[in-house]
């Protein structure tokens, strides 16, 4: 029992339920999101693959993010010795072995929806190996690897009607930009200071917020439907981030990124109701508190 739980602990729990709005913001952009009621028969296949990639996105985040520590196991020592590998409750091969086993899980749950699907989760196992074995430590390319990676769930989500693809794909600049900025103010976590990086991770999330409301404006949904969402996510992103700023303190910075990870959630309901609605945002954010009280259990960062 004591090992399982190490090895949930590397899975970081509360942002595999991040992932799963990814998925879901995507399944929104593609029309799914308003199709899904529409008849019997198109319910049944969309929900069917739904829940495939659900199952997929499970597997990807939780088997990329293992190796997060897996890379990082020495370091880990010295810097964040009660880390499951450092303190000894987990060991590098048995997160090597879980990791693996659930990206496989991912790839093929994606399978069963689409070759599309499958060929998208397989670059998402990449990217998402590439950032832990090479990517974090590049100064440039780092931000944006993890932020393709992300990138890539959504469309993945949105890999469920083949076609939207063509015209929607650029969408997922969005989360590749957000979680390019939280990558950045990350770099402070450890040590503290970072204060350009900080600054440089507000502008890109200003970036975000009116991408967000200029899609909301050309979209069939009325804007202010988005709005209360998108001044949800100002709120929960800022916040921390201004402290950080002014103390500039590893804590606090580690505070700004937790919050910047979990509001991914309010993120993709701000990008679900653009394309799908209130209602349908509002079921995503649903997962807010859900993620918020397994980060009580498990770290986030």
């Known amino acids: ?34 199709q899904l009621f529409s008849s019997p028969i198109d319910e049944a296949s969309l929900f069917y693959s739904l829940l495939w990639l659900i199952l997929a996105t499970v597997g990807l985040y ?19 010795p009660e880390r499951p590998i450092p303190s000894g409750k987990a060991s590098v091969v048995s997160a090597s072995i ?3 086993i659930l990206l496989i899980i991912g790839i093929l749950a994606s399978w069963q929806v ?15 190996v590439l950032y832990n074995a090479w990517g974090k430590h590049q100064t440039i390319f780092g931000p944006v690897n993890m932020g393709l990676c992300r990138g890539g769930n959504l469309l993945l989500g949105v890999s469920v009607v083949p076609v ?20 950045m103010i990350s770099k402070g976590e450890v040590h503290g200071g970072n204060k350009k990086n900080m600054l440089g991770g507000a502008v890109m999330y200003t970036i975000i917020l009116v991408s967000i409301m200029l899609l909301a404006f050309y979209s069939e949904i009325s804007w202010w439907q988005v709005l209360p969402f998108v001044i949800l996510f100002a709120f929960l992103i800022y916040r921390p981030l201004i402290k950080a700023l002014r103390k500039q303190e590893p804590q606090l910075i580690g505070k700004a990124v937790k919050a910047g990870v979990l509001s991914l959630i309010v993120l993709n ?33």
């Open 269 to 301: 309901a701000s990008i679900a109701t653009v394309f799908a609605g209130w209602v349908y945002g509002l079921a995503v954010l649903l997962l807010l508190p859900l993620s918020f009280l397994i980060a009580k259990f498990f770290s986030v960062t």
């Open 1 to 34: 029992m004591r090992s399982i739980i190490a090895h949930l602990h590397l899975m970081r729990p509360a942002n595999v339920i991040t992932a799963i709005a990814d998925i879901l913001a995507g399944f929104a952009i593609s029309g799914a999101g308003l």
């Open 164 to 183: 939207a693809l063509q015209g929607l794909w650029f969408i997922a600049l969005i989360p590749v930009i957000y979680i390019a900025a939280i990558t």
């Open 114 to 128: 689409s070759a599309l699907s499958g060929i998208i989760a397989i670059v998402v196992a990449l990217l998402a």
């Open 98 to 100: 879980v990791a693996v």
């Open 62 to 80: 939780g088997g990329g993010i293992m190796f997060n520590d897996v890379f990082d196991a020495e370091l880990d020592k010295i810097e964040r």
